[in-house]
């Protein structure tokens, strides 16, 4: 974490005059995240280089908003703030987090109320019905609903993955009486594709969520018809909703329109161009010119400054983060713990892959943010807190001697297994 620190201070120190808030502001964010990790048991072993990764990704994402916005940019360090005062206050039920499996039912009721609000009181920006207004705080729920759909998928999957993996495709009986509640989940990214228009968040939904039920059954049946009903819903989208129409439209042909709605992805490219394989050098761009590019086109402005090897060395930062999270999955005991951890890292990978193929023009922009580094308080709580849970789930304790023990793990391990042969028995339905 200090040489994190050490490096994010650094590039924030070349921040322009007066686009970032006092520095007593960054001492005592700087605080904050030494108290996050420092405050974990001293009897726990745990993989620090998750939090310092958040944090240097978060640091650098700073620096690269305040060269476009420093409105923006002061915006954005209270919401680092807010981040970081959370994940110390969640620390202590992050500890404990194989309790959040009992709560498997809370968590996807939880993303249907927060969706039916967005539904109902939701602002409409850009096409989209994503944000919920408390005055002058604008939030972004969807962002919370990715988190409680994993939470709800590890809990159900860890119960029903056995008599899921073995139900025949043919057995409608099996079939509906044990995927019925995972359709909840698969339902809220149709709901949020259909209703609120955000191609993106629907996608990384989705993904988690078949990525999620692969681990978990094998079940190639279920992703291909799963991702076959998606491709009919997008099918939909792009034929009825002009938002929708306007981003495919831009995609396909920036140039059909360059002043209008092919103007941003224009200028993305353009800055991608001007940066070429070293960049123009830190406030010698003009990432300006790009609409709204705090939030959609960020990752055009870092590569602009920073060339394409700088794009390179943010994008490997994420790819050493979902590594080290996909890491503490395979070394859980039990199937709770891993299918948790794996959901988690799958929905940071896939948000960094969507955002980052939109901005190259691999596929249409979706306007979903780029984890820790675009402008956005919504992204950056969710994701700060998917880390502090990845972090504390590969925690591992040490005996006086120094060797690490997980007798705690073993234990609900023997438990999940326990139910898990009860179920295989009690119940011959999912086999047949």
Do not use: C
Request: hydrophobic share 55%.
């Amino acid at each position: 974490m200090a040489g994190a620190l050490a490096v994010g201070g650094f590039a924030l120190s070349l921040a322009p005059r007066g686009a970032l808030g006092a520095p007593w502001v960054l001492v005592a964010l700087a605080a904050g995240a030494l108290v996050w990790v420092l405050r974990s048991p001293l009897d726990a072993r745990r993989d620090d280089l998750l939090p310092a990764l958040a944090v240097l990704v978060s640091a650098l994402g700073l620096a690269t908003i305040a060269r476009v916005s420093g409105d923006l940019a002061r915006k954005q360090e209270v919401w680092l703030a807010l981040s970081l005062a959370l994940v110390i206050a969640a620390a202590p039920a992050f500890d404990a987090f194989r309790r959040f499996a009992a709560y498997k039912y809370i968590w996807v009721l939880g993303s249907i109320v927060l969706f039916l609000l967005v539904a109902v009181f939701g602002q409409e920006v850009n096409g989209a019905k994503l944000w919920i207004r408390i005055g002058p705080v604008q939030y972004e729920p969807v962002e919370l609903i990715k988190l409680f759909i994993v939470l709800f998928m590890a809990g159900y999957l860890a119960e029903t993955s056995d008599v899921i993996a073995a139900a025949r495709p043919w057995s409608i009986r099996a079939n509906l009486k044990y995927l019925g509640p995972l359709f909840l989940g698969w339902a809220t990214s149709m709901a949020i594709l259909v209703f609120e228009h955000d191609i993106g968040m629907a996608s990384l939904l989705l993904a988690t969520f078949a990525a999620m039920l692969y681990l978990a059954t094998r079940r190639v049946d279920l992703i291909v018809g799963g991702a076959a009903l998606f491709g009919l819903a997008v099918w939909f989208a792009v034929q009825h909703y002009p938002y929708v129409i306007a981003r495919f439209a831009a995609w396909h042909d920036p140039f059909a329109d360059p002043l209008g709605s092919g103007y941003q992805a224009l200028q993305g490219l353009f800055s991608l161009a001007a940066g070429g394989l070293f960049g123009t050098g830190y406030g010698l761009g003009h990432p300006g010119y790009i609409p709204a590019v705090g939030t959609d086109y960020i990752f055009a402005a870092w590569s602009e400054e920073f060339g394409a090897l700088g794009g390179i060395v943010l994008v490997g930062a994420f790819l050493l983060v979902l590594v080290r999270a996909l890491h503490v999955a395979q070394s859980q005991p039990d199937l709770y713990a891993k299918l948790l951890a794996s959901g988690l890292a799958a929905t940071l990978g896939f948000q960094v892959f969507i955002i980052v193929g939109g901005v190259l023009g691999l596929f249409p922009l979706t306007g979903i943010t780029l984890p820790f580094f675009s402008y956005g308080g919504s992204s950056l709580v969710a994701n700060f807190l998917l880390v502090a849970l990845v972090w504390a789930i590969g925690s591992e304790r040490v005996t006086p001697g120094g060797r690490a023990t997980a007798s705690d793990r073993e234990d609900m391990e023997s438990r999940m297994v326990g139910g898990a042969h009860e179920r295989s028995h009690a119940d011959p339905v999912g086999r047949q």
